[in-house]
């Protein structure tokens, strides 16, 4: 039970189930305290294959009192798998009702790597509802400038999720940035605190962004958007977040000495940037 | 998965093949329907109904016999012949729902249907009967004709059932579509058998699962959860309770006034409560050891945070199982002394002849059901669901058939089913281990077992226990839980509850009709003691809360906080495990 005497820092995270268009998910929601009372909270949208938990570093830098929604995509985590392949637009369409169910009609979105992608489709689909736009290690889609065959092999099973010793020994090669001296990291990142749903959720995934590209819509995208990268990221080379930032009429580009999941291992440096975003006021963006 | 095996592993493994080996087809006797569940669910449940050898044995019974098999056709010819001209008295059971409308009695065309249906019906089965089969045999193809029949029933037909065809008139087909809506969306995914309760009828924490407390360990395999005192004096000795491992912990905390945990601590025990992790394929060589050992270790942090020397324990089903096998270990160690009480509900040790169709597991199929989940890493808790449903098709299967698909109508909200629908799976090293409990029904031999490097004799635990069981349970049949009494060393208090598996667990006061029937000594035989045993009228908590008050240590003032120093609160109750699907 929170003390409400006490006047806490940050409210708990609070993990539940709920079931949004008969699909079960897993989310976690930590309300805004003191001054993010009335603001929009921030949604996370994760990497493929990995359960809201690896966001954990990523949540614990941000402002402790900002409001903070992580959910596990359908058929990941604890997440029931849903019915059938769903294009991306379609989850987005879910995504957006999660929130509504929540009771936010606006909020910010984050989307990391895969989960980019879902926050491109959400800023366009549902301009109205979403704010502020923050953009890490992720790309445009299937017209994007891609990574090299054999990273992108890797990246097309869930293995690395399911095997420690697997994840640790190509960890630096798809990851890139600190994951190179410390490979064990990634290892840990992924297999000690995820929880891995059937393999058919990943492939879901996998084959929801089969056939999408940001490309064609990145100019409609109304929202400020702060788009990040790193330069020694195998899986995003560093031309796309330069692509989607040239694109996207108000984006702020941020380019950082690093690798793929560095906003989550390096979570320190990389999150205050984002942080100064989310508050700066609206005519400086 | 294999490199890492262990040296016991792999002779469970062996001797789970071996056995399946010697196998004699219809010989076998050691199943419960646990078990049952547990080996189907590694191979699917079409398997069940192909009759196999047993199809083969009747054909060639009913060949030995000509006469019997031109008496029932003969029979049945008469019926049917009477049924066309009106005259047949057969008529369905007066209980039985499904022909409730009066349509069935009234008019003349649905009344012959029907009546040709329960004829034929009841000529099939005599078949079987007629066929002379060994005891196996029998119920095997007993259990596949049974479900042909029900599955034929002309209430399962849109054209043919009264209610159906009037609400299809009533709503110009829409039932029909948004049943098609249903079957669509209930059969893309596992468990593909009808839903028995909707998605979002409950939210876990929201409106069940809701008795306050935080979790105060989290390990990989569990989180123990403290449950807040909500009286000024506490039961020095705290309850540990130990759920089953094959689905949430919640079902002794469903919503409020059918709470087992709640009515616990309102009577003033300090209740902590294990949450098993829902397993996946990284953790597939969890074993048996492996849970004792968290049962161990949820024991030290219930006593650390009392600062006790002692916990009471209460296992449920096979949770119920495993911390028996908890309590030789602690027996062998010297450690005994750490548990006050012992209780077991609806938990089954002994597995000879544990009831229900025992030929529907064999060796064979517990060797290949154990390779199945060795490949895959675990058992899908949703396979054992379906397994379960067609165990008892008309209540779980027909009747969600009729109301979602035809009728076109959203299953109930019920609470039970909706915990029904929220499976753990099984990780495939526990599947093997249990498995290999059941065919050689170790625990009932001393040191044919062992827990955590302990030979497990049973009859070592003389701690009180208290032991209940529900009497419809075709789970675990209350004679097989009897027979604990009869294992376990110390005194034992046995107390058969009204209902079924779960409803027994669920019994909260409150119910005019609730009743538990109980005894003073415990003989051998079961029916010898359900002859000696009274009624009393109230649910079984209230005994078990006295019972336990007896044994829990004097009162003394509710602890000030949850957790302790050592053990701060991770999150409030009911957790984060509980959540994973």
């Known amino acids: 039970m929170s003390t409400p005497q006490s006047a806490p820092e940050s409210a708990p995270d609070r993990v539940r189930t709920i079931s949004v268009r008969g699909i079960t998910a897993r989310i976690s929601v930590r309300p805004g305290v003191g001054p993010f009372v009335n603001e929009p909270p921030l949604l996370l949208c994760n990497g493929i294959g990995v359960s809201f938990e690896v966001l954990q570093p990523l949540v614990d830098a941000l402002d402790p009192r900002r409001g903070v929604v992580r959910f596990d995509v359908p058929g990941v985590g604890g997440s029931a798998p849903p019915p059938t392949p769903y294009p991306i637009a379609a989850l987005a369409s879910w995504v957006a009702r999660l929130m509504a169910d929540l009771g936010h009609q606006r909020f910010d979105v984050l989307g990391l790597s895969w989960g980019g992608g879902l926050a491109q489709q959400l800023a366009v689909q549902s301009w109205r509802r979403v704010r502020r736009v923050v953009l890490v290690a992720t790309g445009t889609g299937v017209l994007m400038v891609p990574a090299h065959p054999s990273v992108l092999l890797k990246m097309s099973t869930p293995r690395r999720h399911r095997d420690p010793a697997y994840a640790a020994s190509i960890a630096a090669e798809i990851y890139g940035g600190t994951m190179r001296t410390d490979p064990e990291k990634g290892a840990r990142l992924l297999h000690s605190v995820t929880r891995s749903g059937p393999r058919r959720g990943y492939y879901y995934q996998l084959g929801a962004m089969a056939g999408w590209s940001s490309l064609p819509f ?25 692509l989607q930032a040239r694109l996207i009429p108000r984006a702020r580009l941020h380019l950082y000495e690093g690798g793929h999941l560095d906003i989550v291992t390096e979570a320190e440096t990389l999150v205050p940037v984002v942080e100064e975003f989310l508050l700066a006021p609206d005519h400086d963006l | 998965m294999t490199a890492t095996r262990s040296e016991p592993a792999r002779r469970a493994d062996e001797r789970i093949s071996d056995a399946g080996a010697r196998d004699e087809p219809g010989g076998s006797e050691l199943s419960t329907p646990l078990d049952l569940l547990l080996s189907e669910a590694g191979r699917g449940p079409l398997r069940r109904f192909l009759p196999g050898m047993s199809g083969v044995r009747l054909a060639a019974g009913l060949a030995r016999r000509p006469g019997a098999v031109v008496g029932r056709a003969a029979g049945l010819g008469a019926e049917l012949a009477r049924v066309q001209v009106g005259r047949s008295e057969v008529a369905p059971h007066p209980k039985d729902r499904r022909f409730a409308d009066e349509a069935w009695a009234k008019n003349p065309f649905l009344k012959r249907t029907l009546q040709s ?137 469903l919503a409020e006034q059918r709470s087992l945990v709640e009515h616990l601590v309102q009577a003033g025990q300090q209740v902590y409560c294990v949450s098993w992790r829902n397993p996946d394929a990284r953790h597939a060589d969890w074993g048996l050891d492996t849970y004792g050992q968290a049962i161990i270790e949820a024991m030290t942090a219930a006593q650390d945070i009392a600062r006790q020397e002692q916990v009471a324990l209460l296992g449920i089903c096979s949770g119920g199982m495993i911390a028996s096998m908890v309590m030789a270990h602690l027996a062998a160690t010297g450690d005994l002394d750490r548990v006050a009480a012992f209780s077991l509900a609806v938990t089954v040790l002994d597995q000879h002849q544990a009831g229900l169709p025992s030929a529907l597991l064999s060796h064979k199929g517990a060797a290949a059901s154990t390779r199945a989940s060795r490949e895959k890493g675990y058992l899908d808790g949703r396979a054992l669901a379906e397994i379960f449903a067609w165990l008892r098709p008309n209540d779980l299967i027909w009747n969600y058939w009729v109301n979602n698909y035809l009728m076109g109508h959203a299953p ?15 990780t495939a090293a526990m599947h093997r281990d249990f498995m290999d409990l059941a065919v050689r029904n170790a625990l009932t031999q001393p040191g044919e077992s062992t827990m955590l490097g302990s030979p497990v004799d049973l009859g070592t635990v003389d701690v009180d226990s208290y032991v209940v069981a529900g009497i419809a349970d075709h789970l675990c049949q209350w004679e097989s839980c009897y027979r604990t009494t009869q294992m376990l060393g110390g005194q034992s208090r046995f107390v058969l509850s009204t209902s079924g ?60 906080r949850t957790g302790s120093a050592a053990y701060e609160p991770v999150c409030e109750a009911p957790g984060t495990y509980v959540h994973d699907r």
Do not use: C
């Open chain 2, 501 to 560: 598996h779960i409803a027994a667990m669920v019994n909260p006061p409150g119910n005019e009709k609730a009743s538990f029937q109980t005894a003073e000594t415990n003989p051998a035989d079961p029916a010898e003691w359900l002859a000696g045993a009274t009624k009393v009228r109230g649910s079984w908590w209230e005994d078990y809360v006295e019972w336990l008050a007896a044994r829990t240590g004097p009162e003394r003032n509710r602890p000030r």
């Open chain 2, 117 to 253: 249906y329960l004829a034929t019906g009841q000529a099939l089965r005599g078949l079987v009967a007629d066929a002379g089969l060994g005891y196996g045999d029998e119920q095997r193809m007993g259990f596949i004709v049974d479900n042909l029949v029900e599955a034929l029933s002309p209430t399962n037909s849109p054209a043919l059932n009264p209610r159906v065809l009037k609400r299809t008139i009533d709503t110009g087909g829409g039932n029909l579509l948004a049943g098609g809506r249903r079957f669509v969306k209930d059969y893309a995914t596992a468990p593909r058998v009808p839903s028995m309760v909707e998605p979002d009828a409950f939210a876990v924490g929201e409106d069940i699962a809701v008795t306050p407390g935080s979790v105060v360990l989290r390990t990989e395999v569990f989180e123990l959860i403290q449950y807040t005192p909500q009286t000024t004096k506490v039961r020095s000795v705290p309850l540990l309770i130990v759920p089953p491992t094959i689905n949430k912990y919640y079902v002794i905390d």
């Open chain 2, 412 to 426: 109930k909200a019920f609470d039970i089913l909706y915990w029904n629908a929220d499976p753990v799976r099984m």
């Open chain 1, 218 to 242: 990145l100019r409609l995208l109304r929202q400020p958007t702060l788009v990040m990268g790193g330069d020694d990221d195998p899986i995003i080379p560093a031309a796309n977040p330069r």
